[in-house]
């Protein structure tokens, strides 16, 4: 191994220099083609109907991306609202300021709405909801 990205290919699916230059290959150069790999002619029938399968394909993979995306904000919402109201009530029972304990609620209520707007399909702003929500605890945080 050489190091190479291309240097573990067998030779018949390495590009040649006159080749990777854009000259057209000549009979010697070319690789013998089987039978079975040579290209069909499609009725333009068929293409169409290839066509619809692959967009039904691409729709059914962007709705499973989009639901996986939906729970993922509202799992993420959730979770961070109960660790942000598990810490408001570990504060109140506490000494700390009692701005501490109001800035980690007001957080997990943030939280918690990142939560709703996930799971309505809102990821970027379930997301920004989130981060300002952690961002909200953190200075409860600071002020302990």
């Known amino acids: 191994m050489s190091g190479r990205p291309d240097s573990d290919l067998t030779p018949d699916t ?6 990777a230059e854009g000259a057209p290959e000549t009979t010697e150069d070319a690789p013998e083609r ?3 790999d040579a290209p069909e002619d499609l009725s ?9 399968h692959d967009d039904e394909h691409d729709g059914d993979l962007l709705e499973e991306q989009a639901r996986r995306a939906r729970w993922a904000a509202a799992g993420t919402g959730i979770v961070l609202a109960l660790a942000g109201t598990a810490a408001a009530l570990l504060r109140v029972s506490g000494t700390a300021p009692a701005l501490v304990p109001v800035a980690y609620a007001c957080g997990a209520a943030v939280c918690a709405l ?4 996930g ?10 909801a989130a981060v300002a929500g952690v961002m909200i605890m953190a200075l409860g945080d600071q002020f302990d």
């Open 14 to 19: 390495q590009t040649s220099p006159d080749t």
């Open 34 to 36: 089987a039978p079975e």
């Open 44 to 52: 333009e029938a068929d293409d169409q109907h290839d066509d619809e």
């Open 114 to 117: 990142a939560a709703v707007l």
């Open 119 to 128: 799971a309505r399909g809102r990821t970027r702003r379930a997301l920004w």
